[in-house]
C-alpha cells in the first residue's frame, strides 16, 4: 500500500513536472485521504498517504513551482460509512 500510495504521487508528479516547467502552467492535483490527518479504525494502511500531505512533498512543490505558474493542490477525500449498512 506504501508503494501505491505515496510512490504513484511522486512518480506522477516527475513524470508531468518538466512538461508544465517548459509551457510555464499546469495544475497538479495529488489525492491523498483524509485519513491522512484523523485518525480512524482500520485506517492504518491510509496514513501512510500522510506523506502526501504532510511529508511536505504537496507543500513543497507548490514552493518549488511557483515560479513556473504551476499549482498544486492536494485532494483529500473522506469516506462515511453508513453504520446501518
Known amino acids: 500500500m506504501t508503494r501505491i500510495n505515496q510512490f504513484s504521487v511522486i512518480y506522477g508528479c516527475h513524470f508531468f513536472i518538466p512538461t508544465f516547467k517548459k509551457q510555464k502552467s499546469g495544475h497538479i492535483l495529488n489525492t491523498a485521504s483524509l485519513a491522512a490527518v484523523s485518525c480512524a479504525p482500520h485506517g492504518c494502511l491510509q496514513h501512510d498517504q500522510a506523506a502526501v500531505v504532510f511529508g511536505h512533498f504537496s507543500e513543497t512543490l507548490y514552493c518549488e513551482l ?14 462515511l460509512k453508513n453504520e446501518h449498512c
Open 66 to 79: 511557483m515560479d513556473y505558474n504551476v499549482k498544486v493542490s492536494c485532494l483529500q477525500p473522506l469516506i
